[in-house]
């Protein structure tokens, strides 16, 4: 149906429309609710996240399709435990049936390269060079794909409808909408919260995150503005506390030059080589990754004076070895690429003390040819890169920031997407799905588990769950 059709009430509203909300309104429609879709973007192609994705599904970089049992383990591994029980279990049984889901609505997959978690991407996958290009690609298709399959179930979807208010009643919820600046009024039974966390408003991001969201770089689309968290909160939902994020390390040039986010990222230079900041200290544990990395230069007193410190030869072999490679597409799109003789001129060139930084990249090197990196500050671990050693002229550096995706912290659901209130109980009617949602991600380990699986189970979950529940009543 057109988005001129909205009226009075529906069994289900759905408030936003990414992957979560759109996977949430058709298996609910699916299984007989009247839904619609309530999107604040006006365009016929909104921007969102999903939209931009890289269409990645993993779960914390292995294949989704792994039994149940395994992905527990590494939801479990990934987190260090931090995750809500609930959540993980939903998560790792039932993703492989999602994903099949997803396959019957016509969403197809490729195997795009040799590593595991390459096993299942959205096809057609992204462009393999940097800078945003996401019009035909696989998030696209797939939200495309999907708004056709509600619009086939005689569901709706309505463009440029912000929702601003949400009361309960004894009927179910009403629902304030300022619709092309308009408001209006709709009224459901159930909701589902799906509009993506807080990464696009500063004042939350403040709050939460940083004391600098203005050193952050969007490699989103930026419109996830925590709507849903505030609504839910106002209706007495529990909301898990994070300041974590899930994002990757970006030149600090991408602030001011759209060619170099949300690709390529500075992961990998990063992790082969060292990260300091302005006193040429070494701050976090760079083998952790990219996700680690950037909260750390987040977290930082002054996130701009982050650099990546790296020799000729990781710039020549890790450098290169990225589907989207640092090397040469930094240097390509203009990206200020830092390169001396020696560690001294390096120093000067950027401004540092050379003392201090030949200190920091020589215990650094003395460290790793010994085999003890655990005696750095702050101890430095394998977990996702290989450290190389730091020797060969010509040494090199970059500028970096920290590019942040969706946040981790939000609505407090259970395993089944049900909003819960603060003492633990399901407020009856309100469902929460994707970025929104808090209790999977984050903790001190800042576990990344993968954005796309979580937000293709949880708005399933919250589609079904929905349907079974209103149907009953």
Request: aromatic share 6%.
């Amino acid at each position: 149906m057109s988005d001129a059709t909205l009226a009075g009430r529906v069994d289900l509203a759905v408030i936003g429309g990414g992957i979560a909300g759109m996977i949430a309104a058709n298996r609910a429609a699916e299984m007989g609710l009247r839904t619609a879709v309530l999107e604040k973007g006006a365009e016929d192609r909104y921007l969102c996240n999903s939209r931009f994705t890289g269409g990645v599904f993993h779960v914390a970089f292995h294949n989704p399709m792994r039994p149940a049992a395994d992905l527990r383990r590494i939801i479990d591994a990934a987190t260090e435990g931090a995750a809500d029980p609930a959540m993980a279990e939903a998560l790792a049984t039932h993703l492989a049936p999602t994903i099949r889901w997803l396959q019957s609505e016509g969403i197809r997959f490729i195997k795009a390269g040799p590593a595991e978690w390459q096993d299942f991407i959205l096809s057609p996958p992204q462009y393999p060079r940097a800078g945003l290009h996401w019009p035909g690609r696989g998030g696209d298709v797939l939200l495309r794909t999907l708004e056709q399959r509600l619009l086939e179930r005689g569901g709706r979807r309505v463009r440029g409808c912000r929702v601003v208010g949400l009361a309960r009643d004894e009927d179910g919820f009403a629902l304030d909408l300022l619709r092309d600046g308009r408001p209006s009024t709709l009224a459901a039974p159930a909701v589902v919260i799906a509009d993506g966390g807080f990464q696009g408003n500063p004042a939350m991001l403040e709050a939460h995150v940083t004391k600098n969201p203005q050193a952050l770089r969007q490699r989103g689309a930026g419109t996830g503005c925590g709507d849903g968290f505030r609504l839910a909160s106002a209706i007495g939902a529990a909301v898990v506390p994070s300041g974590q994020f899930y994002g990757h390390v970006l030149s600090r040039d991408s602030l001011r030059n759209d060619k170099l986010w949300p690709y390529p990222w500075i992961d990998d230079l990063a992790g082969a080589g060292i990260v300091v900041d302005g006193a040429a200290r070494r701050f976090a544990d760079e083998g952790r990754g990219g996700v680690v990395l950037a909260n750390a230069i987040a977290r930082l007193a002054d996130p701009s004076t982050a650099i990546a410190i790296f020799d000729d030869a990781i710039w020549r072999g890790v450098g290169t070895d990225m589907l989207i490679p640092a090397n040469p597409l930094l240097e390509v799109h203009g990206c200020e690429i830092h390169a001396a003789g020696t560690v001294d001129a390096l120093a000067a060139s950027l401004g540092l003390d050379p003392v201090a930084l030949r200190e920091t990249v020589d215990l650094y090197n003395g460290a790793l040819a010994a085999g003890r990196l655990d005696t750095l500050v702050p101890p430095r671990e394998q977990r996702r890169f290989a450290s190389k050693p730091i020797v060969s002229p010509p040494f090199r550096a970059v500028r970096v920031c920290a590019g942040i995706t969706y946040t981790m912290g939000g609505i407090a659901i259970d395993g089944a997407s049900r909003v819960l209130d603060t003492q633990r109980q399901p407020i009856r009617g309100l469902y929460a799905a994707g970025a929104t949602t808090g209790g999977l991600e984050g903790g001190e380990a800042v576990g990344y588990v993968g954005g796309l699986t979580k937000s293709a189970v949880t708005g399933f979950l919250a589609g079904e769950t929905a349907a079974k529940e209103t149907i009953r009543s």
